[in-house]
């Protein structure tokens, strides 16, 4: 798998797409999206790729190049933590409050050793 494929395929799993989905976001089929992340290793053409990073929400340079990602370094040390994030999102505040406090709670303790 190249590069290009490698990155593309860990950009549309990390927006939590299938290849379906996502080629009907892009507006092309899922065979070609296939071919992309195949081993074929085939490039889109310019306009496709620029709208592949649009979906992704990444440059067309990342995308290509592996350049220019879209987080800064202080944001992709919260990735880790995505799963639970989205966990947390889904939650009604009432239920949040606690949890904070918790949280809250055990960072104190660590910040204090």
């Not at 989905?21 to 306009?47: H, N, T």
């Not at 067309?60 to 879209?70: A, D, H, P, Q």
Request: proline share 4%; aromatic share 8%.
């Amino acid at each position: 798998m190249s590069d290009f494929s490698k990155r593309l395929f860990s950009e549309i799993d990390y927006i939590g797409l299938n290849r379906k989905e996502f080629a009907a976001k892009v507006g092309i089929k899922k065979r070609a999206l296939d071919a992309y992340l195949g081993p074929q290793q085939s490039m889109p053409p310019a306009d496709i790729a620029v709208k592949i990073a649009s979906v992704l929400g990444i440059s067309v340079e990342y995308l290509i190049t592996g350049k220019e990602y879209r987080q800064s370094a202080d944001i992709s040390a919260y990735l880790r933590f995505k799963d639970i994030l989205d966990d947390l999102a889904i939650l009604p505040t009432e239920t949040l409050e606690p949890i904070k406090a918790v949280i809250k709670s055990f960072a104190d303790s660590e910040r204090g050793k």
